[in-house]
C-alpha cells in the first residue's frame, strides 16, 4: 500500500458530475486509486509522497481515441493531399516498417502525447510488414507507462479486388481473425483500471470486405465482458464517413452511404466508436444517438486533409457520445493533446457560431467524451474511486499570462503548452515537464535514422536497442 498527497492547486478541475472546480483544492491517491478530491485543508495532513501543486491548474488526464503511432515517421509527407492520394504516397512506405520502427515510433508518439497531458490513448495499427505485430506497441506503451487501448488493425482489400491500398500491404482474412484472437487473449485487461486493453479495428470501408467486418465483430462480442453494463469487453474501430471519396466508393461499391453500410454489418452499438464521421446526415447522426455508437473527432486531421467540419455540435445536441483524437501523425502532424482541444473549439466555429464549442466543452470532449467512447468509466474525472490519472500545467509562464482570471480558459484559448506534472495509475509519470525515467535524445535519433532510411528505402544504419 502507498499513498500520494497532492495539496495547493490553484485550481482543480474534477469533470465531476457536478463539474465541481475547486480553488486551493487537492486530491489524495491509495495505490492506483483516487480515494478522496478536495480543498486541501480537507485532506489528510501527509503521504508516502506528497506534491506541492501551487501555482498550477490541475486536471484529470486526457484520453486520446484515435492515432496511428507509427505515422510519427512518416511526417510531413504528401503535403498537398486529400485522403486517397495522400494514402497511395505513403502505403509503400509504410510497407518498409520493421518490428523496431513499431516500437520506435510508438514510443515518441506516445511521449508526445503523455507530455501535452495524455493520460489513455488509443491506438490503431493497420498494416504489420515484416514481422510487426501490435506486442510491439504495446511493449512501448508499457515502458512509457500511459494507459493503452491498442487496436488489432487490419487491411484485407488490395487493389486487385477493387480496395485502395497495394497487395503487398494486404494480410490474408484468416490470419488477420487468428492474429486478433491471439491479441485479445494475451494483452485485454478488461477488469476495472485495466492499463492495456485490445479492440479489433478493419481499417475503413474501401480497405477491408464486408465479410472481415462481420467477422471481427463476431470475434469481439464472443468474449464476455467482466464488468456489470458491458464496461471492459471487447470494443470496435474503424475510420467512417471520412471523406466523400469514401462516400463514393461505398455508393459505388455497396450501393450505401457509409453508415448505412456499417449499420448492415452490425457495426453500431455502444461497443463500437468510429474515426472522423465528418460527412453524416440527421437520420445517421439520431441512429449513432440511439445506438450509444461513439465518434472519435480528430480536428487537425480533417483541416489537414481537407476532409470537412464534423457535425460536432448536432452530436452533442443529439446526445451522441463524442470523444478526441489527434489522428495518424501523418496527418496532424502532431501528438498534442491540448492542441487538439484547442483546434476542435476553433474549427466549431468557422462556420460562423462563435459558441459553437466553449473551452469548457472541449476539455469536456478530451477528458470525460474520451472516457466514455473507449467505454471506460473509471477514467476522464477526478472523483472518489477513480483511477489516479492526473495531469497539472503551471499557469504563471509566458503562455497564459493575462488569462490567469480563467485558468480553464486559459489552458485551451492560449498557446497549447505541455504538462509540467502527469501520474498515471498512480505513478508520477512526468515530473517537471520531463518524463522520469526516459532519456529523450538517443530515442528521438534513433527514430530519425529509421524515418530517413523508410523514406530513401534505404538498410537503418546503426544497431537496434532498447530506445
Ligand atoms: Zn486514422
Not at 158 to 170: F, I
Not at 197 to 210: D, E, G, M, N, Q
Not at 401 to 416: N, Q, S
Amino acid at each position: 500500500m502507498s499513498t500520494l498527497l497532492l495539496k495547493n492547486a490553484k485550481l482543480l478541475v474534477t469533470m465531476d458530475p457536478q463539474r465541481r472546480q475547486i480553488e486551493n483544492g487537492g486530491l489524495f491517491v491509495r495505490d492506483s486509486v483516487i480515494e478522496q478530491v478536495g480543498p486541501s485543508a480537507d485532506l489528510p495532513a501527509t503521504a508516502d509522497h506528497v506534491i506541492d501543486a501551487h501555482g498550477m491548474a490541475v486536471l484529470p488526464g486526457m484520453v486520446n481515441t484515435h492515432h496511428h503511432l507509427y505515422q510519427t515517421l512518416t511526417r510531413c509527407l504528401a503535403q498537398d493531399d486529400g485522403l486517397f492520394n495522400w494514402l497511395r504516397t505513403l502505403y509503400p512506405i509504410w510497407a518498409r516498417m520493421t518490428p523496431e520502427a513499431v516500437y520506435v515510433s510508438a514510443k515518441v508518439g506516445l511521449a508526445e502525447l503523455l507530455l501535452s497531458g495524455c493520460t489513455t490513448s488509443s491506438d490503431h495499427l493497420y498494416l504489420y510488414p515484416n514481422g510487426s505485430r501490435i506486442d510491439d506497441e504495446i511493449r512501448a506503451a508499457q515502458k512509457i507507462g500511459i494507459r493503452f487501448h491498442a487496436t488489432r488493425g487490419s487491411m484485407s482489400l488490395g487493389e486487385s479486388k477493387g480496395g485502395l491500398p497495394p497487395d503487398s500491404v494486404v494480410e490474408d482474412e484468416a490470419a488477420i481473425l487468428k492474429d486478433c484472437q491471439r491479441a485479445v487473449e494475451t494483452f485485454h485487461q478488461g477488469h476495472r483500471y485495466g492499463m492495456v486493453r485490445v479492440a479489433l479495428a478493419p481499417c475503413s470501408p474501401f480497405s477491408v470486405t464486408p465479410d472481415l467486418m462481420r467477422e471481427s465483430a463476431a470475434l469481439a462480442r464472443s468474449y464476455k465482458s467482466p464488468e456489470p453494463g458491458g464496461a471492459g469487453g471487447v470494443r470496435l474501430h474503424t475510420h467512417l464517413a471520412e471523406t466523400l471519396d469514401e462516400e463514393r466508393f461505398c455508393l459505388e461499391t455497396f450501393g450505401k452511404r457509409p453508415v448505412e453500410y456499417v449499420e448492415s454489418l452490425g457495426w453500431t452499438g455502444d461497443d463500437v466508436w468510429h474515426a472522423h464521421c465528418v460527412h453524416m446526415a440527421a437520420d445517421e447522426i439520431a441512429l449513432f444517438a440511439r445506438t450509444g455508437t461513439g465518434v472519435a473527432h480528430c480536428p487537425s486531421s480533417n483541416m489537414r486533409l481537407a476532409s470537412g467540419i464534423a457535425p460536432v455540435k448536432a452530436w452533442r445536441r443529439a446526445g451522441v457520445r463524442v470523444g478526441l483524437g489527434v489522428d495518424g501523425s501523418a496527418s496532424n502532424d502532431s501528438s498534442h493533446m491540448l492542441a487538439e482541444a484547442r483546434q476542435a473549439m476553433l474549427l466549431q466555429r468557422v462556420t460562423g457560431d462563435p459558441g459553437a464549442l466553449s473551452a469548457q466543452a472541449a476539455l469536456e470532449l478530451a477528458t470525460l467524451g474520451g472516457a466514455s467512447v473507449l467505454g471506460r468509466d473509471d477514467i476522464g474525472a477526478l472523483a472518489p474511486g477513480m483511477a489516479a490519472d492526473f495531469i497539472a500545467y503551471r499557469l504563471e509562464r509566458l503562455e497564459f499570462t493575462g488569462a490567469l482570471h480563467d485558468p480553464l480558459a486559459a489552458l485551451v484559448f492560449c498557446t497549447p503548452v505541455g504538462v509540467d506534472l502527469a501520474v498515471v495509475n498512480g505513478q508520477v509519470r512526468v515530473q517537471d515537464g520531463h518524463i522520469v525515467d526516459l532519456e529523450l535524445q538517443p530515442l528521438i535519433a534513433r527514430h530519425s535514422a529509421i524515418s530517413r532510411a523508410m523514406i530513401r528505402d534505404e538498410k537503418v544504419p546503426g544497431q537496434r536497442g532498447d530506445w
